[in-house]
């Protein structure tokens, strides 16, 4: 059985009152007030849908025309005895949805009542889907606002050169999102920083190792751990009893892990370039010594060479033909030792080759040794 809609009758008039009430009754729950001195605990604890208030309570020689009562949560319908367009706007100016003329029969009254309840249940439906609505709008600015701190994430991931800035750049965001959070950065060494603590214990050193190799995430309690290659974020103050927004946190950070990943690896390549570098110089440097030194080595064993095989010519007693064919012989061996310093010369163009490119690439040992920066500052713009 539907529950009935309830109806106050608020009126000085007892008949009045008791007529209408007897035009109502079989269809409504409804319940009359005549003492006007307790309408509002009346009111309170009936807590009817629809209040019909007798228009003379208003007239201008009431005592209540200067103030007109509140029936806050209900619709208002006034019974007229007058059906005139001053009537009804008087009656409009109250506060009131629609009016019921004292002369009306019962089947009148009951249609005009039906069409009050289709519109409060309109209302009621309308109002529910605002607040839902409201509700839906107020997760999705969330989620932009917290999707627009990993766009600011992203954005000073770029301006970093050192490993050690990550960290700032990561717990920036944490700090926007209200989390308390640790972080470990397997490098060389195991880095580990804390946004609250700034230090990190023991224990929680053998959690990052232990939960490492427990999948990509791993919650417990109200903590979450996300887990990369080399790198991993440690969650210590989940929210309570929001499995919404807890769900949105993972997802969000979850991005932001994989770009410390990313960035992470992009710095080890970085460095691995300038360590090929600096090799290639130190080489370049290396080959042009050599070439220099073979160059006068060469030289000077052609000149000696060429000289103490004349002078041997008096004490060999060889004949002029013999004499000649072995200068050419001692000659073309060599000069043919002249191609390998043409060889060093051509790996020494090569690699000048190398190193010029790479130079073109703006890549120099200068750039990691500058402090780091924070990004700029957008003043009031913001993307969110």
Known sequence: MSKRCKVLIVGENRSRSVALLDKLSMNYDVKTVNDISTVHRVHSEFQPEIVIVDSQLYDEDSAHSEQPFSF????????????????????????????????????EVLAKLEVIEQFLAEQ??????????????RHFMQEASMYGTVLHFFRGLATCQFIEQLSYFVFKSMDSYGLHASMVIRDDKDLYF????????PIERNIFDLLHTKGRVFRF??????NEKNCAILIKNLPEDDEVKIG??????????????????????????????????????????????????????????????????YTLGLVGDQEEEL???????????????????????????????IQALDITTES???????????????LF
């Open 221 to 226: 309690g109200n903590r979450l751990i996300l």
């Open 248 to 313: 949105i946190l993972q997802d969000v950070v979850a991005v932001i892990v994989e770009g410390l990943e990313a960035k992470y690896q992009d710095l080890k390549r970085y460095k691995t370039l300038v360590d090929v570098l600096e090799e290639i110089n130190c080489s370049m440097a290396g080959v042009a010594e050599k070439a220099a030194s073979f160059d006068a080595r060469f030289s000077e064993t052609y000149g000696n060479s060429v000289h103490r095989l004349n002078s041997s010519f």
């Open 368 to 382: 990691l040794r500058e402090p780091p920066q924070d990004p700029p500052d957008d003043g009031d713009v913001e």
């Open 72 to 107: 806050t949560g209900s619709a208002i319908v006034y019974l007229t005895h007058v059906d005139s367009l001053e009537e009804r706007l008087r009656v409009y100016e109250a506060g009131a949805i629609e009016v019921i003329s004292a002369q009306e029969n019962c089947e």
């Open 194 to 201: 804390d946004n609250v603590d700034v230090t990190v214990s």
């Open 327 to 357: 200068l050419t012989l001692f000659e073309e061996g060599l000069k043919s030792m002249m191609f390998a310093k043409e060889d060093l010369n051509d790996v020494h163009v090569l690699m000048q080759s190398v190193a010029d490119k």
């Open 124 to 137: 009621r439906s309308l109002q529910v889907e605002c607040q839902q609505a409201k509700e839906t709008s």
